[in-house]
């Protein structure tokens, strides 16, 4: 069967054409979803894009999560559905609790660019599991509020558990996020958020595929799935 990937459109969302166009090179059918309509239209995954969701207005991601979609998010991801939250996605499910953890500005206090190598701490994911363990991705990111935050305790118990998916490769950090994280799950294993940007690294044209890995282990899970 085929993967539907469902991808949310915010007002202000700019990557929901760019990771719609991931889903289909992963070989998934990518499915639009507005942010009004609480239909999820019976996909097998949600991707939360990134972009300025609302206009990112009191924190990023804080309007956003009361949006009619975000509660039918909420009801498949605690039903088991796989949620893919992706920059200004991830800060959305850490608004809606879907995520522990919180995004912070930026150590630098400015919008930032570059390209940036991470490391899979944990290959075993639903989101990761095209990948090999301790691999190295090269994925853009681009960002102002990316400065991942958790109480110690919570980051003791995160890495314990094998949340912390993806970190940034060393002297990559350029936000300040404690532990050098990049990416995590909730304790279940089916919500992930990462900072970075897959959706921009599906194609060799802009420099690396890498990217595309987290969009075929999501394919690859919901096949498995349905097998």
């Known amino acids: 069967m085929t993967a539907r990937i469902g991808v949310v459109t915010f007002p202000g969302s700019l990557d929901d054409r760019d990771a719609q166009r991931a889903v289909r090179v992963a070989g998934a059918e990518a499915v639009a979803l507005w942010h009004g309509d609480a239909d999820l239209r019976g996909v097998d995954a949600v991707v939360l894009p990134g972009g300025f969701s609302y206009g990112d207005y009191l924190r990023a991601g804080a309007i956003a999560r009361f949006s009619p979609v975000m509660e039918s998010v909420i009801d498949f991801a605690e039903q088991g559905g796989l949620v893919l939250g992706i920059c200004n996605g991830f800060q959305v499910l850490c608004e809606a609790g879907l995520l522990p953890g919180a995004l912070l500005p930026n150590a630098n206090r400015r919008f930032t660019f570059r390209q940036v190598d991470l490391d899979v701490v944990n290959a075993g994911t639903a989101f990761t599991r095209a990948c090999d363990p301790q691999e190295r991705l090269s994925i853009p990111a681009k960002h102002s509020w990316g400065r991942y935050y958790a109480p110690d305790d919570q980051l003791d118990a995160l890495e314990a558990s094998g949340q912390v998916v993806l970190r940034y490769a060393a002297g990559q950090n350029f936000n300040g996020s404690l532990r050098d994280i990049a990416g995590v799950t909730n304790e279940r294993g089916n919500v992930f958020g990462l900072m970075p940007h897959p959706e921009h ?19 690859l899970s919901i096949q498995g799935a349905h097998a």
Do not use: P, Y
């Not at 194609?203 to 394919?219: H, N, P, Q, V, Y």
């Open 201 to 219: 690294a599906v194609d060799a044209l802009t420099g690396s595929t890498d990217g595309l890995r987290i969009f075929e282990s999501m394919a």
